[in-house]
């Protein structure tokens, strides 16, 4: 069967496996959508820490004094 997104296939503990299930009957959706929609939010809060921690990284340098206003950024 030809499907326009690729699968993945996961082993799953008998607990990890119920709460999905359980969260899924509640939701109203399929195992496998409530599946990928975890997913996508653990990425996406992975990759707000990583964004986060640059930006802490960023601030460390940042000088006031050598930085450009609103106006100077934007004049004409």
């Known amino acids: ?3 326009k997104h ?3 296939n996961v ?3 008998s607990t990890l496996y119920a709460g999905i299930s359980h969260l899924a009957q509640k939701e109203g959706v399929s195992r496998s959508l ?3 929609d975890l ?3 653990a990425l996406e809060l992975h990759e ?8 802490r990284e960023r601030d460390k340098s940042f000088s006031y004094a050598k930085a450009l206003s609103h106006k100077e950024i ?3």
Not at 48 to 55: H, V
């Open 39 to 41: 997913i996508k939010e």
């Open 74 to 76: 934007w004049k004409p």
């Open 34 to 36: 409530m599946a990928r």
């Open 11 to 13: 082993v799953l503990e």
């Open 1 to 3: 069967m030809a499907t």
């Open 6 to 8: 690729p699968r993945l």
């Open 48 to 55: 707000d820490l990583y964004w986060q921690s640059t930006a």
